[in-house]
């Protein structure tokens, strides 16, 4: 099965990956706006997510802003 | 009140809150109002896949206030320098607190660390405010790679200790050239107001709102110790002196000598 390390934490996609960042926060049910992406170390800005093309065994990490002091 | 300038901007208040530790978001906004502040910070966490929450910046009118991310969490400069740009993909706002704080316990920034992330971001085109403990030396060696400013502690973070630093913040103020925000254990608003008295440029305050029973209600305490602090220090305080001079008339006393 085709999996994505998402957060440090290995997650399967029984009908393969999400083909893009837009996607795949589509079927994590988050919403785009507030996230910042990085795949393998690379950042992707907001306005890239519908063009940042996913693969297969890639690590992503989705992050945002939290309260803070 | 006269205004603060960092980094060419313009600030009429001198209160930055942290937004960590309200009970709720309503809670937040209602304290960042009162407190009159236009710079709140935040922090950059990975989202939780498993279990998504509403988005806490719903809650921070973004026209109303700047938005300062901080590299909490990081444990070294590369750690810092990695969160800072990712904050900046994520706001397209290029300011930055750098906090570097490996020790859990204390949380007392490293300063070898902070200070070569400081010389990275700062030549990435970065605003940055660097946390650090009061230290005269490291806050001139920050200056002169062009921070914003520089932020030293009052007590460790969330301690509500007050200004334990209070010599050092004293030479630090004294020799900057850039502004001087009081960063970390202000517990009380006299604890701002004696900053803001001993000269420092702003303040930042966090748990000390966030924990009080009346977040609102203390967050408007601390905006009025702010503004006296700031104007009285203006206003050049009359010296202080070992024995007492009389404020009434020496003379005209009811009795014979």
Known sequence: METLKINGVEKEFAAGIPATVVELLKQLDIEAATVVAEIDGQIVEQAKFDQAALRKGQSIELIRFVPGG | ????????????????????????????????????????????????????????????????????????????????VRLSRLARAATGINWVKLEVTPDPYYLLP????T???????????????????????LCKRLEDVGTATVMPLASPIGSNQGLKTRAALEIIIEQSNIPVV????????????????????AVLVNTAIAAAAEPAEMAEAFKLAVEAGRKAYKSRPAAASQKASASSPLTGFLRNI
């Open chain 2, 1 to 80: 009140m006269d205004k603060l300038i960092i980094a060419g901007r313009e600030f009429k208040s001198r209160l930055l809150v942290g937004t960590g530790k309200f009970a709720s978001c309503e809670i937040m906004a209602k304290a960042l109002e009162k407190s009159g502040t236009e710079i709140v910070t935040v922090a950059l966490r990975r989202v939780n896949i498993e279990n998504e929450n509403d988005d806490m910046l719903v809650a921070i009118d973004r026209k109303r206030y700047l938005l300062l991310p901080n590299t909490s969490g990081a444990r070294d400069a590369d750690e810092a």
């Open chain 2, 110 to 113: 490293d300063p070898i660390e």
């Open chain 2, 182 to 201: 009081v960063d970390a254990g202000l517990g009380l608003p006299s604890h701002a107001a004696d900053a803001m008295e001993m000269g420092a440029d």
């Open chain 2, 115 to 137: 200070l070569k992330a400081a010389e990275i971001l700062v030549k990435d085109g970065f605003v940055v405010l660097p946390y650090i403990n009061a230290d005269p030396v």
